[in-house]
């Protein structure tokens, strides 16, 4: 018999094998060379300090709302939100990078400050909506990103607009960047976030599992009847859950802001960061530290498999199924957990 | 020759690390009702599901009707003639009574369109046969629970069920339906059904079976005739030791009030007003039992002395300070402890360790937390030594709140609860689901507390345990306390009547 601790880790790490084999089938098919196009996709992900620059700078947005997602469910709420939580944490990041001028020390954490206010704001509707009227936090989250998107779409354009559809860049003072780590990996666009995201996971650590409101929220997503009981607030504990995981989605944003691009672009459409987010969570069974290696993880495909076609010559159209089918197989650990039992069930 | 619908014979099942079942032999009689008896985990349900083909024996031998078979799976079981209804009922709550009996085995008419009208004339007349007078139009979340039980008997009636396996089937009833559904058993085997009735109700075996199956820690202790043994041995036989009904206490000595509830008025979650006028004492050192038929107004009235539902008008005061409308921390806070009627959806989180339980109301002070950070040593230890003192057995205190057995999970709940030495202690059903030896260490622990000094509410359906357990009757009915009678002076027959309605005048005549 497997423990219970080492289950939970075998079970990710299978279906993320499971989705390689199934990806190389696929790629067997349409007749290209699996080996090739892992070759190229490992090399892209890890092959020099380039790449691993890249996919750690891609990991950082996704590990925040992966964490954002895994802090909401581990209170008893999905939060599709993460993904318009993260716009108006990256437009209230590069606002206030614009706007205020102030030595870095200041300037810096305020603004991933204000990000994460922003964020939680975003979420804040929701909770209350949920906590007051019962209103699915499904249904509203849902709504709120379509309303992010579209508003910072029309702020950009209204009152931060530099040229074409980017605004002014943030002031040095509010920046994540830094010449050392550039150059230390071979000019990738690598910020600081990787720490900001080390001390989020370690702050959502702490706070679940250490603290008395850690204790409450986890009540509350387990059993709301027996918290309710207790005396705890029910209420109180949605809107609180919702304004963490907001803040989390919101600082996600301002990495993007502050970190990657130093700006905001109109969206056509959404960044996918915080739905990824959702498989992020997922895969790392809703902790801190699952959060932060599954984002490696997918951080690592995105950035890895834009070297797919030019190398391997895999076309991009197949290189996108084989990522979603080892997302698929990853977000569907819990099928496979189901199937692993049901098998150890029939051996004995 | 018997002639043997059923025969289980040396069954044996493992489970890993576990022998569930092992020389276990149930024989059952056409047209008999067979009580299968035994303590929570003693393998009565293992045993069913074997016989109903959910698991596969590693030993033994299945007759039916005389010929040996193996049910492979519930479908087998099905054709063989063996029917299951379970405790927790498996029915559509939006279909009605006659769409959920077919689901599965649907009539097909003209252009394989479901043939609901045939269907439920032919539910109807079975319903009538059988005495049921179950409405074969009727929505499930309309009817009673009762109603529900009878439209999953007809489900397996309907599929030419001739034995009939009942799982605890009065744990959800009323006494009223209780004395329905033994009715219908009775008519059931009068129409030549046999039935095995699993349950841990001794009074229920004496009264309706012909023959009991004793089972004790997964072996088969014996079968004997019903008419030839009494409640003593059927308890003896499956506890394995001597077990006293009579709950054995002192005459109570009570002290100043502790509650007192004044003129109450509250209503339930659509506006009914359920508690309408309520008055009701208790003092310390007594035991007040609530007797009365749920739906009386019994969940409103805790609920709104526990702070979980606001009153609308009247006065609860504790210790002569207003408690009413308080949140229900602060009621906690100020001295009342509640052990909930339901232990699974209101007093424990599942999911959490017995420890993280034990600390659910007491977690935010000291010393279990300092400036908001939990101290897990100081947990664990209080957890520990609860666990030790109420005698809780849990492989440890680290133990998911799931794996434990019902009558260890409620002896974590009274522990959490009377440790926090409340002036008021509420047991909601506290016996709810548990066997003779639980209950009785349940009934024991809550006759020490009121030695102790502390006011008990006792809030119950059965009314054995009302009965034996307080030292006053409050009897509710319709939203008000509508007598108070000694247990001494009273009986069964007449607290059945007041519970119905009838004035203390009419129902002495009696």
């Known amino acids: ?348 | 020759m018997d002639n043997y619908v059923v025969e289980m014979l040396n069954i044996r099942k493992e489970f890993p690390g576990i022998v569930a079942n092992d020389n276990i032999n149930l024989q059952l009689k056409k047209g008999e009702i067979h009580a299968l008896l035994g303590e929570n985990g003693a393998g009565k349900s293992t045993l069913m599901n074997v016989l109903f083909g959910l698991y596969q024996p590693e030993k033994g031998e299945i007759r039916v009707n005389g010929k040996p078979v193996t049910i492979t799976d519930p479908n087998v079981a099905n054709r063989l003639g063996i029917g299951m209804v379970h405790q927790h009922f498996m029915l559509v709550e939006k279909f009605t009574v006659a769409q959920n009996i077919i689901l599965g085995a649907e009539p097909k008419g003209k252009g394989r369109v479901v043939d609901l009208k045939k269907a439920e004339k032919e539910i109807a007349e079975l319903s009538e046969r059988y005495g049921l007078s179950v409405d074969p139009k009727a929505k499930i979340s309309d009817i009673s629970v009762g109603m529900q039980q009878r439209a999953e008997i007809l489900k397996t009636l309907y599929r030419g069920a001739e034995v009939l396996i009942l799982d605890e089937p009065t744990a959800v009833l009323t006494p009223q339906e209780i004395k329905e559904l033994i009715g219908i058993m009775k008519s059931l085997i009068s129409e030549g059904i046999s039935i095995i009735l699993i349950t841990h109700k001794l009074k229920e075996i004496m009264e309706v079976s012909d023959r009991c199956t004793v089972i004790r820690k997964g072996e088969g202790v014996g079968t004997v005739n019903v008419n030839e043994t009494d409640v003593d041995e059927l308890a003896s036989m499956m506890v394995g030791r001597q077990i006293s009904f009579k709950t054995e206490k002192t005459e109570a000595n009570p002290k100043e009030n502790i509650l007192s509830i004044k003129d109450l008025h509250v209503q339930d979650i659509r506006k009914a007003m359920m508690v309408k006028g309520l008055n009701l004492d208790v003092r310390a050192g007594e035991i007040v039992g609530v007797a009365g038929i749920d739906g009386n107004g019994q969940s409103e009235l805790i609920e709104a002395i526990t702070g979980l539902r606001k009153s609308e008008s009247g006065s609860i005061q504790l210790n002569g300070k207003n408690i009413e409308n308080l949140s229900t921390r602060k009621v906690t806070e100020s001295g009342v402890a509640h052990i909930p009627q339901d232990r699974h959806k209101f007093g424990l989180v599942l999911d959490y360790p017995i420890a993280e339980n034990m600390v659910l109301q007491t977690y935010y002070q000291k010393p279990f937390s300092n400036s908001k950070v939990l101290s897990f040593k100081n947990i664990y230890d209080h957890a520990n030594q609860l666990i030790e003192d109420y005698d809780v057995r849990t492989p440890s205190p680290q133990t998911k709140a799931r794996s434990l057995s019902g009558g260890n999970q409620q002896k974590a709940i009274i522990a959490r609860e009377v440790d926090r030495s409340p002036d008021l202690l509420i047991a909601a059903q506290p016996t709810r689901g548990l066997d003779v030896g639980a209950i009785e260490n349940i009934h024991k622990r809550l006759i020490k507390e009121r030695d102790k000094g502390r006011a008990v509410l006792l809030v119950s359906f059965e009314l054995d345990e009302v009965m034996n357990v307080s030292d006053r009757i409050a009897v509710m009915f319709d939203g008000e306390i509508v007598a108070n009678v000694k247990p001494e002076e009273t009986n069964e027959q007449e607290l059945g009547l007041l519970m119905a309605g009838s004035t203390k005048e009419k129902a002495g005549e009696n």
């Open chain 1, 1 to 348: 018999m497997f423990s219970n601790r080492k289950f939970n880790l075998l079970v990710p790490l299978f279906s993320i094998l499971l989705g390689f084999l199934v990806g190389a089938i696929i790629m067997v098919v349409f007749g290209y060379s699996p080996i090739d196009g892992y070759t190229a996709l490992w090399n892209g992900a890890f092959g020099n300090a380039y790449y691993t620059g890249e996919t750690l700078r891609q990991s950082i947005p996704l590990a925040l709302t992966g964490l954002s997602i895994a802090f909401a469910f581990r209170s008893g709420l999905f939060n599709i939100g993460a993904e318009g939580q993260v716009f108006v944490g990256w437009l209230a990041a590069v606002w206030f990078g614009i706007t205020f001028d102030l030595p870095a020390v200041i300037h810096l954490p305020l603004s991933i400050l204000v990000a994460a206010l922003a964020g939680a704001l975003w979420a804040f509707v929701p909770g209350l909506l949920k906590a007051t009227r019962g209103v699915h936090e499904v249904v509203v989250t849902i709504m709120m990103n379509y309303i992010a998107l579209h508003v910072s779409n029309h702020i950009i354009r209204a009152y931060l607009l530099e040229s074409g559809s980017r605004t002014y860049r943030i002031n040095e003072s509010a920046s994540l960047r830094s010449e050392f780590l550039t150059d230390f990996f071979s000019g990738s666009q690598i910020h600081w976030g990787f720490i900001v995201a080390i001390i989020g996971a370690f702050i959502m650590w702490f706070i679940l599992e250490k603290t008395t409101y850690g204790y409450e929220l986890r009540a509350v997503g387990f059993n709301p009847h027996a918290a309710r009981y207790a005396g705890m607030s029910v209420k109180k504990n949605i809107i609180m859950a919702m304004l963490i995981a907001g803040g989390f989605a919101g600082i996600a944003g301002a990495m993007e802001g502050l970190g990657t691009f130093g700006a905001m672009h109109t969206h056509a459409g959404f960044s996918n960061l915080g739905f990824d987010g959702i498989a992020v969570a997922l895969l790392g069974a809703n902790t801190a530290i699952g959060s932060v290696l599954a984002a490696l993880l997918f951080g690592a495909l995105k950035v890895g498999s834009l070297s797919m076609p030019p190398v391997a010559g895999v076309p991009s159209e197949l290189v996108e199924i084989v990522i979603a089918i080892i997302i698929f197989f990853v977000a569907s650990s819990y099928i496979i957990r189901w199937a692993v039992l049901r098998f150890k069930k029939e051996e004995k």
